[in-house]
């Protein structure tokens, strides 16, 4: 069984930097990759990046040049490197593994950006 607990969220400037991290506790050579979402209130979860176990990514339109996704060679840690925040990034921001088949979620973490 995974469990993924996301850290590094909280308050930012417009403009400003933000790192997410996902402790991915667990994972075993069956992982295939290890993503992130975002939701916003009122809003249905999107995708925003992953990052595959040959570390191939993929990146939703709306962080495509903005945001990076990286994970430790031993897959305990994905990461969300967040740059040039704009107020529509705010949102609860989920890590999720993909196993055999089945989707595991953390509990997510606020990213508020506002000045």
């Known amino acids: 069984q995974l469990r993924l607990v996301e850290s590094g969220g909280g308050l930012v400037q417009p403009g400003g930097s933000l790192k997410l991290s996902c402790a991915v506790s667990?994972?075993?050579?069956?992982?295939?990759?290890l993503s992130w979402y975002r939701q916003a209130p009122g809003q249905r979860r999107e995708f925003v990046a992953l990052?595959?176990?040959?570390?191939?990514?993929i990146y939703a339109d709306s962080a495509k040049g903005r945001f990076t996704v990286s994970q430790e060679s031993d897959k305990s840690m994905v990461y969300l490197q967040m740059s040039s925040l704009k107020p529509e990034d705010t949102a609860v921001y989920y890590c999720?593994?993909?196993?055999?088949?089945?989707?595991?979620w953390g509990r997510g973490a606020q990213v508020t950006v506002s000045s």
């Open positions: 990052v595959d176990r040959n570390d191939r990514t």
């Open positions: 667990g994972s075993d050579s069956q992982l295939q990759s």
């Open positions: 999720k593994a993909y196993r055999d088949g089945h989707d595991f």
